[in-house]
């Protein structure tokens, strides 16, 4: 059939579609599904037979708007934020989970290249954190306190800057996914090559595990939630330069919405650590190791399970209710 043949065929069924998605009438679960699948028939003939034509970005939009659609009026019910958290997040990040790998594989990549460069360099600590930094620091190793820093200023000055600046850094490394992710790159780059040199300098110094009772208290969320805002930003960046079969406009808009949703779970736990790094980690030295312990492997327990194991458990379930 030619394309001009199947579009008026179609047509008039495409605009109830339209109306029945857009339209202020509000359409049930079941109804709305019925819809899905003869959108997404038209569109698998459509890919077929006109691959490169703008049937097929159209009835692409129409078929991921009734989707999302399917699941908002499944939930129009339940707390719009519960639902975020609880379902929506969990999914994308399950979609978009090869994103998080690449986020992950940079991140670990970058932090070796800040060791390696720290064990070859003596002065390359002093280029990445500056003389001031490294010359306090050493000044607390002598004192005793590697991590004293974090006992400076008061509790509620120090929690409110760390997360304001934490949130900037996130927030920065999400927007720039729109340079096609090298900007987000080059963000997750300065800071994982920072920690790396950064914890190199104190096991040269012989005061790694000390370090590590302090840094790590609320650096298991921080750095966690920066590798996931870094996901993100390449998943706004993989929207702009690979729109696959929908408009690139469309696809960016698709890759925003979704990726700025996973932003906005972050921030929750990127808020905690700066809490924990204002008020907890300045007691860290006096701390039990068991208790260091505890809370570092707890925070980092819950956020790995929230955004590593928990998008499986949903996609799961997902897939059985539909199979029902």
Same mark, same amino acid.
């Given at each position: 059939?030619?394309?001009?043949?199947?579009?008026?065929?179609?047509?008039?069924?495409?605009?109830?579609?339209?109306?029945?998605?857009?339209?202020?009438?509000?359409?049930?679960?079941?109804?709305?599904?019925?819809?899905?699948?003869?959108?997404?028939?038209?569109?698998?003939?459509?890919?077929?037979?006109?691959?490169?034509?703008? #049937?097929?970005?159209?009835?692409?939009?129409?078929?991921?708007?009734?989707?999302?659609?399917?699941?908002? #009026?499944?939930?129009?019910?339940?707390?719009?934020?519960?639902?975020?958290?609880?379902?929506?997040?969990?999914?994308?990040?399950?979609?978009?989970?090869?994103?998080?790998?690449?986020?992950?594989?940079?991140?670990?990549?970058?932090?070796?290249?800040?060791?390696?460069?720290?064990?070859?360099?003596?002065?390359?600590?002093?280029?990445?954190?500056?003389?001031?930094?490294?010359?306090?620091?050493?000044?607390?190793?002598?004192?005793?306190?590697?991590?004293?820093?974090?006992?400076?200023?008061?509790?509620?000055?120090?929690?409110?800057?760390?997360?304001?600046?934490?949130?900037?850094?996130?927030?920065?490394?999400?927007?720039l996914g729109i340079t096609g992710g090298i900007g987000t790159a080059?963000?997750?780059?300065?800071?994982?090559?920072?920690? &790396?040199?950064?914890?190199?300098?104190?096991?040269?110094?012989?005061?790694?595990?000390?370090?590590?009772?302090?840094?790590?208290?609320?650096?298991?969320?921080?750095?966690?939630?920066?590798?996931?805002?870094?996901?993100?930003?390449?998943?706004?960046?993989?929207?702009?330069?690979?729109?696959?079969?929908?408009?690139?406009?469309?696809?960016?808009?698709?890759?925003?919405?979704?990726?700025?949703?996973?932003?906005?779970?972050?921030?929750?736990? #990127?808020?905690?650590?700066?809490?924990?790094? &204002?008020?907890? #980690?300045?007691?860290?030295?006096?701390?039990?190791?068991?208790?260091?312990?505890?809370?570092?492997?707890?925070?980092?327990?819950?956020?790995?399970?929230?955004?590593?194991?928990?998008?499986?458990?949903?996609?799961?379930?997902?897939?059985?209710?539909?199979?029902?």
């Open positions: 059939m030619r394309e001009v043949a199947f579009i008026k065929q179609n047509k008039e069924k495409w605009l109830e579609f339209e109306q029945a998605i857009f339209g202020k009438a509000k359409k049930n679960p079941d109804e709305l599904a019925s819809l899905y699948i003869h959108l997404v028939n038209d569109l698998s003939y459509a890919q077929s037979y006109y691959p490169k034509s703008k #049937t097929v970005v159209y009835l692409n939009y129409l078929a991921a708007t009734t989707y999302q659609k399917i699941y908002k #009026t499944k939930r129009e019910e339940t707390n719009r934020l519960v639902y975020l958290f609880k379902t929506e997040v969990p999914l994308i990040m399950y979609r978009y989970r090869r994103y998080m790998l690449y986020a992950f594989v940079l991140f670990f990549v970058f932090t070796a290249i800040g060791v390696l460069s720290a064990s070859k360099d003596t002065d390359f600590a002093r280029l990445i954190m500056g003389d001031h930094y490294v010359n306090m620091t050493l000044e607390n190793i002598e004192k005793g306190n590697p991590v004293a820093v974090y006992k400076s200023g008061s509790n509620w000055g120090s929690a409110f800057a760390i997360t304001l600046n934490n949130l900037r850094v996130g927030i920065l490394s999400f927007i080059w963000v997750l780059m300065q800071n994982a090559i920072m920690l &790396g040199s950064f914890q190199y300098f104190f096991y040269e110094k012989d005061v790694f595990w000390e370090s590590v009772r302090g840094i790590w208290i609320h650096g298991s969320m921080e750095i966690f939630a920066m590798v996931i805002e870094a996901g993100a930003g390449l998943i706004l960046g993989a929207s702009i330069l690979f729109p696959k079969t929908f408009s690139r406009m469309a696809s960016f808009k698709q890759g925003l919405k979704n990726s700025l949703k996973i932003v906005l779970s972050t921030m929750p736990f #990127t808020i905690a650590s700066g809490i924990l790094e &204002g008020f907890v #980690t300045r007691y860290s030295p006096d701390m039990p190791v068991v208790l260091n312990l505890f809370i570092i492997f707890s925070t980092l327990s819950l956020i790995a399970w929230y955004y590593l194991v928990y998008p499986y458990k949903v996609n799961k379930k997902t897939k059985d209710v539909q199979a029902i």
